[in-house]
C-alpha cells in the first residue's frame, strides 16, 4: 500500500500504513544552543565550542553535537500537526552523515517503515524511518526510531 503525506491529527496503528510520511518543521541550529547542550552534557569537545578548532579540524565553523541534533529532531517529531498516538519510544539506531554546522537549518521526513500490533492488541510498534537534512537538502543524519503507539 502506498503511503500518503500525513495532515492534521493523532494516528494510531489503525489510521498508518507502511509508507505514511510526516515532515517536521525546520530549525535552526545555532551556537546558543550548542553551548546550552555541552553545559548539560558536559561534552565540551573543541569542535563544538571554538570555530578556530574545528577549522583546524576541517569544518568550516563550529559542529552541533550530534546528540543535540538527534534531541532537536524528536522535539521537531513531537511538534508537527501530524502525531503518532505514541506511548514510549523504544529505541533508536542512528547514524551521523555530515555535520551540522552552527547556523545550519535542519528538518525531518519521516516515513513509517513498519508496523506490527503487540500481543495485547491495544498498542502497536511503528518503525519510522528518519532523514535530517540542512537547508541545502543534504542528509546529516538518518535512523530509525521504534516507536510504541496506541492501536
Same mark, same amino acid.
Given at each position: 500500500?502506498?503511503?500518503?503525506?500525513?495532515?492534521?491529527?493523532?494516528?494510531?496503528?489503525?489510521?498508518?500504513?507502511?509508507?505514511?510520511?510526516?515532515?517536521?518543521?525546520?530549525?535552526?541550529?545555532?551556537?546558543?544552543?550548542?553551548?546550552? &547542550? @555541552? $553545559?548539560?552534557?558536559?561534552?565540551?569537545? #573543541? /569542535?563544538?565550542?571554538?570555530?578556530?578548532? !574545528?577549522?583546524?579540524?576541517?569544518?568550516?565553523?563550529?559542529?552541533?553535537?550530534?546528540?543535540?541534533?538527534?534531541?532537536?529532531?524528536?522535539?521537531?517529531?513531537?511538534?508537527?500537526?501530524?502525531?503518532?498516538?505514541?506511548?514510549?519510544?523504544?529505541?533508536?539506531?542512528?547514524? &551521523? @552523515? $555530515?555535520?551540522?554546522?552552527?547556523?545550519? #537549518? /535542519?528538518?525531518?521526513?519521516?516515513?513509517? !517503515?513498519?508496523?506490527?500490533?503487540?500481543?495485547?492488541?491495544?498498542?502497536?510498534?511503528?518503525?519510522?524511518?528518519?532523514?535530517?537534512?540542512?537547508?541545502?537538502?543534504?542528509?546529516?543524519?538518518?535512523?530509525?526510531?521504534?516507536?510504541?503507539?496506541?492501536?
Amino acid at each position: 500500500m502506498t503511503g500518503r503525506l500525513l495532515g492534521p491529527g493523532r494516528y494510531g496503528l489503525a489510521q498508518l500504513v507502511e509508507g505514511d510520511v510526516i515532515e517536521t518543521a525546520r530549525q535552526v541550529v545555532d551556537t546558543a544552543m550548542i553551548d546550552a &547542550f @555541552a $553545559a548539560l552534557t558536559g561534552d565540551r569537545f #573543541e /569542535i563544538h565550542m571554538d570555530a578556530d578548532s !574545528a577549522r583546524r579540524h576541517g569544518f568550516a565553523d563550529r559542529v552541533a553535537h550530534g546528540l543535540l541534533v538527534l534531541s532537536l529532531v524528536d522535539g521537531l517529531k513531537n511538534q508537527t500537526p501530524a502525531q503518532f498516538d505514541a506511548i514510549a519510544s523504544l529505541g533508536w539506531d542512528w547514524g &551521523f @552523515a $555530515a555535520p551540522v554546522l552552527a547556523g545550519d #537549518e /535542519i528538518g525531518a521526513r519521516i516515513t513509517v !517503515a513498519g508496523l506490527r500490533p503487540t500481543s495485547d492488541g491495544k498498542r502497536g510498534i511503528a518503525t519510522l524511518d528518519f532523514d535530517v537534512t540542512n537547508q541545502r537538502g543534504e542528509t546529516v543524519q538518518r535512523g530509525v526510531n521504534r516507536l510504541m503507539i496506541y492501536a
